[in-house]
């Protein structure tokens, strides 16, 4: 059994007009990249590799998040450096600004979903389930593979509740 992937916890967003959450998402498959801006994997090969799962499948069952998880060099990543970066890097699928920790320096959701570093994809299946968080270079076929088993998967089974009157689908 897979647990339900905790909310994101997110200090900002960049290219959404509105806040996005795991919840509202729903019924799609979610890849979720956390990266960072100084992060040589994540510049040549996570960032590329989210924009290739958005350009592939279609945004109704497909959502693309970046997440960028600051665990180092805090003073330089800035929340304006990051929007420069996503403009000059031509990013479009929305970003989420991990939620800083009171104390210490990794942010929230880095340490809630116990992320290793960057890049890291989190896939999520179409029910919430967290079904994969991988650290490093992921291959994209496989990547590919994995997302194309999600979307096959049946949607929740609807549960039947029934009272003295009738029956209904929840």
Not at 64 to 90: N, W
Request: proline content about 6%.
């Amino acid at each position: 059994m897979h647990a339900i992937a905790p909310e994101l916890q997110v200090a900002a967003w960049l290219n959404t007009s509105q806040p996005l959450s795991l919840g509202q998402l729903r019924g799609k498959v979610v890849a979720v990249y956390a990266f960072q801006m100084l992060c040589p994997g994540c510049v040549s090969h996570g960032i590329p590799q989210a924009k290739t799962i958005r350009s592939t499948f279609d945004e109704q069952d497909v959502a693309v998040i970046g997440l960028h998880s600051v665990f180092e060099h805090h003073d330089v990543m800035t929340a304006k450096a990051l929007e420069a970066f996503v403009h000059e890097y031509r990013i479009q699928f929305p970003v989420a600004i991990d939620q800083p920790a009171p104390r210490g320096a990794v942010p929230l959701t880095m340490e809630q979903y116990r992320l290793r570093g960057t890049p890291t994809l989190l896939l999520i299946d179409r029910q919430g389930r967290l079904r994969l968080n991988h650290f490093g270079r992921a291959d994209d076929m496989q990547v590919g593979a994995v997302i194309g088993r999600l979307l096959a998967e049946p949607l929740a089974q609807q549960e039947v509740h029934c009272d003295d009157t009738a029956c209904s689908i929840r």
